[in-house]
Nanobody
Framework: QVQLVESGGGLVQAGGSLRLSCAASGSIFSINGMGWYRQAPGKQRELVATITLGGSTNYADAVKGRFTISRDNAKNTVYLQMNSLKPEDTAVYYC????????????????WGQGTQVTVSS
C-alpha cells in the first residue's frame, strides 16, 4: 500500500513562517497531482494549494503570495512553504496525493496524510 507522512507543523507567531513536508512511500509507480488542504475547527476541509506532476500550481485566494507549494519527484515529497502567517491560517493541514500504484493498472488512487496542526498566535 501507500503511506503519506507529514511533518513540520507547530506553533508560530503571526508574521512567522513554517515549512510543511509530506513524503509518500510504498508501492508507488508515479504520483500525479499532489496538494495541501486544511480544516479549521467547525469548518469544512478546504484546498490550500495543488501541484501537478509537471509542476503547475494552483492556490487558494487566501494564501496567494504567502504560501508556495513545491515537490521533489525523486523523493515523492511535496512541500508547503508558509510565510507571513496569520491567525486565520490556524488549522490541521492535510496532504493529498493521486498515486498510480504497483502492480501497474494506470489508475490513480487518492491518499491522505494524517494531518499536522498549524497554530498561529496573534
Amino acid at each position: 500500500q501507500v503511506q503519506l507522512v507529514e511533518s513540520g507543523g507547530g506553533l508560530v507567531q503571526a508574521g512567522g513562517s513554517l515549512r510543511l513536508s509530506c513524503a509518500a512511500s510504498g508501492s508507488i509507480f508515479s504520483i500525479n497531482g499532489m496538494g495541501w488542504y486544511r480544516q479549521a475547527p467547525g469548518k469544512q476541509r478546504e484546498l490550500v494549494a495543488t501541484i501537478t506532476l509537471g509542476g503547475s500550481t494552483n492556490y487558494a485566494d487566501a494564501v496567494k503570495g504567502r504560501f508556495t507549494i513545491s515537490r521533489d519527484n525523486a523523493k515523492n515529497t511535496v512541500y508547503l512553504q508558509m510565510n507571513s502567517l496569520k491567525p486565520e491560517d490556524t488549522a490541521v493541514y492535510y496532504c493529498h496525493a493521486a498515486v498510480v500504484r504497483l502492480p501497474l493498472t494506470w489508475k490513480a488512487y487518492d491518499y491522505w496524510g494524517q494531518g499536522t496542526q498549524v497554530t498561529v498566535s496573534s
